[in-house]
């Protein structure tokens, strides 16, 4: 497949309500909950089991979620950390006698460990989101039936979600090689052997049975009884440890979002395990570079090299803050705060690192420290409703069809996200028992000073979430691009460098500022003097085309453009990413 995107895509308007998502038929089955009478996060649920069914690589029932509801009532932002943790018979210790060839020399898992996987949270997510935030209108039977009847009578596969799946073909074979062809059907329909090509009409019915059973008995019909034998019965088969008990004892985290406001305008991430606070780390200290002349903000060019350079530079710092700070607080302080993090005199320390004229060294660079720190691959949807809601949601299984683990009774695949864990006993993300990991995928949502709804946005992509979570904030706050725009707009992407050591030593996650240097990977479509001008400053860097734009991840964005008052009528605007399969669709 050729990612060159020669098409164009208006924004999309509607005074009912948006999905917007990276499937046309999964945004089809949110817009039937919302005309059933559901609301955002009904709405946002259907959408998510449809994508688990005709975008396997990316997310499923064996993957993890979070969510941003903007309750229009109460004008506040509320948040759900609905990932699974380890299995609670786990240790470093175990792993190091048991299984000491699954640990690298940099202390990460190696990528066909079984001890990266961990509890599935999506369909607890779904079920805890619907009870506590959903219209109370539909019934999960109701959100269900349209990713139900599309599992058993069929669903067409769009093009880049049959490109994601045919690079995960090797994979899936290596890792389920005692199945037959038959088994394999369900992950490679295509004779057990090979992935969809782009319009083949798609089925499991094994996953529709499995989304049967959680319509009818909630999360009980997924961690308890048939499914959660399935799971436990693939894991220990293959010496992991993640037990019956760990699955009945999964619990989602309702937790209060962290923001930064810039320009009058405020980010809301979810705290960590997840790493939306890099994009806060980021964006605060953009702010602080503003205030001090060090920048004018003002002054900036979309995308020339002062400002990329700026950007590049400040989420550098903010992923070195990542690898002592995003972690599973719950293992370190019953109730962290991350006001001291996120203040004006941290950022200021923080900005002594920055020079407009020169690049960070790595190697040098460390985390900040506070004081105090403490007191004591992937899909993305945003749905609005008619009464002023949003629900900003991403769900994932990690890398390709995550583990590549397949749960051959129910159809789908196990997520890795304990992939993201180390294996050094100094750090706070160290792998352990009944742990949350170090979680890529974050959800985002912005508010005005007074906290009225601006937008409700998100794009995927590992470690490239937060970086895209900047540049698309900015696009739109800054430089007054809308929602579709927003997303077009080319983009950057750090990553380790592939051909220079770790300097962390395993200390955080393997993001862009891990090695001892950065690659930064432009977008075509970025004027390539402006590449040349990073690279005299002395960036590392690779214009990425065709195929290689899909590590740019793929968003959507719906943004309130009326009805801030009782005598102004609601207005939605979306706009939906480019690189993807997706669309913005209007509720009428």
Not at 100 to 106: A, E, L, R, V, Y
Request: hydrophobic share 40%.
């Amino acid at each position: 497949m050729d990612f060159t995107y020669p098409s164009r895509r208006s924004v999309v308007y509607s005074a009912k309500g948006i999905v917007a998502s990276t499937q046309p038929l999964a945004n089809a089955a949110g817009i039937k909950v919302l005309e059933k009478g559901g609301n955002c996060v009904d709405a946002s649920v259907a959408v998510s089991a449809v994508l688990g069914l005709i975008e396997p690589a990316s997310t499923g029932i064996g993957g993890d979620c979070f969510g941003l509801f903007y309750s229009a009532a109460d004008k506040k932002v509320h948040g759900i950390n609905g990932t699974g943790r380890s299995a609670s018979a786990l240790s470093l210790e175990h792993i190091q006698q048991n299984a000491p060839q699954d640990i690298t020399p940099q202390f990460r898992l190696k990528e066909d460990s079984i001890f990266q996987v961990n509890v599935p949270g999506l369909v607890a997510g779904w079920c805890d989101a619907v009870e506590k935030w959903g219209s109370g209108k539909v019934s999960m039977a109701e959100i269900l039936a349209p990713a139900i009847d599309l599992a058993e009578e069929g669903a067409p596969v769009s093009s880049v979600s049959s490109y994601m799946w045919k690079k995960s073909e090797s994979k899936l074979k290596s890792r389920n090689a005692g199945l037959t062809k038959e088994e394999l059907l369900p992950i490679l329909p295509d004779g057990g052997e090979h992935g969809p090509q782009p319009g083949t009409l798609y089925k499991n019915p094994k996953l529709a049975r499995a989304f049967r059973l959680v319509a009818e008995h909630g999360k009980e019909g997924y961690y308890a009884g048939e499914i959660a034998e399935a799971i436990v019965h693939e894991i220990s088969s293959r010496g992991g440890l993640v037990s019956l008990e760990d699955l009945s004892n999964h619990t989602s985290t309702f937790v209060d979002p962290i923001g930064i406001e810039l320009l009058g305008k405020k980010l809301w991430e979810i705290p960590p395990s997840g790493s939306g606070i890099v994009a806060l780390l980021s964006l605060g200290l953009i702010k602080e570079l503003d205030r001090q002349g060090k920048t004018t903000l003002n002054g900036l060019k979309h995308n020339s090299v002062e400002y990329l350079h700026l950007v590049i530079e400040t989420i550098k710092l903010a992923f070195k803050d990542s690898d002592e700070y995003v972690n599973d607080p719950a293992k370190f302080a019953a109730e962290p705060s991350f006001d001291s993090l996120l203040s004006a005199e941290y950022f200021q320390s923080r900005a002594e690192h920055y020079s407009s004229s020169s690049i960070i060294d790595n190697s040098v660079i460390r985390h900040g420290v506070p004081n105090p720190m403490f007191k004591s691959d992937t899909v993305y949807q945003t749905v609005t409703d008619k009464d002023g809601n949003a629900f900003s949601f991403i769900n994932s299984v990690y890398r390709g069809f995550g583990s590549g683990y397949l749960v051959k009774d129910f159809g789908f695949c196990l997520q890795d996200r304990g992939g993201n864990f180390n294996c050094n006993p100094q750090s706070k993300n160290c792998i352990a028992g009944n742990k949350r990991s170090y979680h890529t995928i974050i959800p985002g949502m912005i508010t005005s000073a007074n906290e009225e709804l601006y937008a409700a946005y998100g794009i995927m992509g590992g470690f490239n979430q937060p970086q895209a979570h900047v540049q698309v904030f900015l696009n739109m706050v800054l430089f007054g691009f809308d929602p579709q725009k927003a997303l077009d707009a080319p983009r950057i992407s750090l990553a380790a460098h592939p051909n220079h050591v770790h300097t962390d030593l395993g200390l955080g996650a393997d993001g862009p500022a891990s090695n001892a240097v950065t690659l930064i990977n432009a977008e075509d479509g970025i004027d390539l003097e402006v590449v040349a001008g990073l690279e005299k400053l002395g960036h590392v860097v690779h214009v990425a085309k065709g195929n290689s734009r899909s590590l740019f991840g793929r968003g959507q964005i719906v943004k309130k453009e009326s009805g801030f008052s009782k005598d102004e009528p609601l207005v939605w605007s979306g706009g939906s990413d480019m690189r993807g399969d997706g669309a913005a669709v209007a509720l009428i």
